[in-house]
């Protein structure tokens, strides 16, 4: 099972829920669950997660790598599960060239999750990365249950 987080510049949600997920699924033992994050936009390709984000998850024993990377058509047929982080990027990513509908799904929707988006902490304060935090782990672990079963 293939599984890609996707915000939209890959430098905080995203890849914030690709380094949660990464460590449950080793924590857990689980085998045969390989994870990735990328956003739909291109602002930021190239560059490491966002400062706040890499700090909070630290806070919490994760560790966050990697570059940031815009999503491709390829992805489509690479991954088994994408997962947006909010409506906008949901809707980017079925109308994109080679979208799979089946395979796209919102995080939090999937997570059972009251509310629909994951708020995106960029422009505001740290708190923000710590509640992205605090919904990542609970959904995570739902969604981690629910692949791997």
Known sequence: MRVLFVCLGNICRSP???????????????????????GTGDWHIGHP?????????NERGVEIGGLARQVRSSD??????????????HATLL????????????????AGEGEI??????????????LVLDILERGCAVVLEEISS
């Open 16 to 38: 914030s829920a690709e380094a949660v997920m990464r460590g449950l699924v080793e924590s857990r033992g689980v085998d045969g669950i390989e994870i990735d994050s990328a």
């Open 49 to 57: 997660a966002d400062p706040r984000a890499i700090a909070a998850a």
């Open 76 to 89: 489509f047929e690479d991954f088994d599960l994408i997962l947006a982080m909010d409506q906008s990027n």
């Open 95 to 110: 109308a994109m060239d080679g979208a799979d509908a089946s395979k796209v799904r919102l995080f939090r929707e999937m």
């Open 117 to 130: 988006d994951v708020p995106d902490p960029y422009f505001g304060g740290e708190d923000g990365f710590d």
